[in-house]
């Protein structure tokens, strides 16, 4: 048991090493051509288009997030002084489409981690373990300094040894009586 607590604690920063690395993977690249991304702003895309104000492609959609603060819908001057924006109709529109967008692409990474996080687990941990245990156990059980505790018989095996004995020499004793008695004359 202190073996395989000791391998698994070696691994353990490995492993955790991995998922951060995982993690700031996903945090160092926004993957805006994801499959199932790219099918969801086509899909919001087109029900814009179909709107009667001009479309806007990605790049004039994603400058509009800067330009738009969704909180509380107010802009700060250069002075800091607050001034209205009063968002048009389809203003509002590309704003929830973004948060919408913001939404699925977290379920996207969120899908791809929960995916990943377990594998990494096995990879590193389980599988790793898997391979090392045993050799790792041999290894320990294969020092001289070792050999006459492990080769010890313990109190019950000797009880039980001894009783084995008696009973074994009782039934050659009772077996030789027998055979003794079948070879008797007259009998």
Known sequence: AVVSTQSTGERL????QMVENLLNIEQGYINT???????????????LKSSSEPSHDAASVSSMTSRISICDQRERTDSGKEIDHKLTKREREEVQMIEQLIVQYFTIIRKQLQDSIPKTIMFFMVAFLTKSLSSTLISELYVEEKFDELLQESELVRKKRERATKMLTALNEAQRVL?????MPGL
Do not use: E, K, Q
């Open 13 to 16: 920063a490995p492993t955790r």
């Open 33 to 47: 051509n994801h499959p199932d991304f790219m099918y969801r702003y086509r899909a919001m895309s087109d029900r």
């Open 179 to 183: 055979s003794s008695l079948r070879d």
